[in-house]
């Protein structure tokens, strides 16, 4: 049998790696949000009372964070899959590495400006 | 002559055994692990050429894939002169550093040899002579014109480190690979009129050349510099310019 190894590591080689990490776990993370999202949802069908005292929770400190993680994982897995994407179209082969970083700074940058426009 | 004392952590079948090995420090990994060999004879590693042409001596040290026959012990002076040597990944296992290629092989026989040859050795079974044939005239008029193309995946050594690097095939066992996909698009690049479908069809599939997820890393640590994932991508590329099927192939 082969042994499966990793895929997630912290000594990882080139930005590839990076950008194929952080997909995967954004990845992760999206569909955990997804199932989440609906799950909170379904405080509608409790009525008003239920849903307010929701929308209190939800603006609370901790979850405001969580919603920028949110933004920087929406982002940062939307922008990479527009560089795989191009990259399977045979695009930016070259520039593939700083194709990610852009797109990392962009997905901070962006979040930086959704966290000020949420204050 | 001066030497330094290497401190080699070394993954051993069941248990890791640190060895101290006295050597140059202008010496080479492979140097250092076969003073330790010479230590413990029943330390398991492959080698033979000593000069990154065979690509079997394969290994990770600190957690990254070399050839140690072509990697300095010097680079490993920031890290107090202490090497981790384990065995590729994604491999099965023999015994300590070494791995079993054998399924690695396979799969390169698979797509069929990258390298095709103008000329071939006979045997003339009436005179019981060797000779040497020109396998046609007509497929040497067909060797492009350009060849820097694919200069660089004539350099493939087989070794294995872009198996054991890439985070795909850690994750799915059947993926076909970064050498396999890239011994592909050396066919694709320089068919000399051989059929191509048989050879695209072996990749073309959810567990060959869509399964890439671009990391690069068997790029990164290609001992030969060839670039496996920018040809498959290149080649990804070729397929989806070509509406149809990868029968059209043929017909360009």
Redesign the interface.
């Known amino acids: 049998?082969?042994?499966?190894?990793?895929?997630f590591?912290l000594?990882?080689?080139?930005?590839?790696?990076l950008?194929?990490?952080m997909?995967?776990l954004s990845g992760i993370g999206l569909v955990a949000y997804l199932y989440l999202h609906l799950i909170l949802l379904n405080t509608l069908r409790q009525g008003p009372q239920a849903w307010d005292s929701f929308l209190q929770i939800m603006r609370s400190p901790i979850v405001q964070v969580l919603d920028a993680v949110l933004l920087f994982g929406i982002l940062i897995h939307g922008l990479n899959g527009l560089?795989?994407t191009l990259?399977?179209?045979?695009?930016f082969?070259?520039w593939?590495?700083a194709f990610f970083w852009f797109s990392l700074i962009l997905a901070a940058a962006l979040t930086t400006w959704g966290v000020l426009a949420m204050r | 002559m001066s030497t330094v004392s290497i401190q080699l952590h070394i993954k051993r079948t069941t248990q890791w055994q640190d060895f101290q090995v006295s050597i140059s420090p202008d010496a080479y990994v492979l140097d250092a692990l076969e003073a330790a060999g010479a230590q413990d004879e029943s330390l398991l590693f492959r080698h033979a050429c000593h000069h990154a042409s065979c690509g079997s001596c394969g290994l990770r040290i600190n957690g990254r894939e070399y050839l140690p026959c072509i990697t300095p012990l010097a680079n490993f002076e920031k890290s107090n002169w202490r090497l981790r040597l384990e065995p590729l990944r994604n491999f099965p296992l023999i015994g300590d550093l070494l791995v079993d290629f054998k399924p690695f092989m396979n799969r390169l026989d698979l797509i069929g040899l990258p390298l095709m040859r103008s000329a071939q050795q006979t045997v003339d079974h009436q005179t019981g002579m060797n000779e040497i044939k020109r396998i046609q005239e007509s497929q040497d008029q067909d060797l492009p014109i350009l060849a820097t193309g694919f200069n660089s995946l004539e350099n493939c050594i087989e070794c294995g480190l872009c198996m054991s690097a890439c985070p795909i095939v850690g994750s799915d066992p059947h993926f076909s690979g970064p050498a396999l996909l890239a011994a592909a698009g050396r066919i694709a690049a320089e068919p000399r009129r051989q059929p191509l479908t048989e050879a695209l069809k072996k990749v073309d599939h959810d567990h060959g050349l869509w399964r890439c997820h671009g990391a690069y890393e068997c790029t990164e640590v290609c001992p030969a510099g060839v670039d496996p994932a920018r040809e498959i991508m290149s080649l990804r590329s070729r397929l989806l310019r070509r509406p149809g099927s990868i029968r059209e192939i043929d017909k360009g």
């Open positions: 049998m082969i042994k499966q190894s990793d895929w590591e000594k990882y080689q080139s930005t590839g790696k950008a194929f990490m997909h995967r560089r795989l990259m399977g179209f045979g695009a082969l070259r593939q590495g």
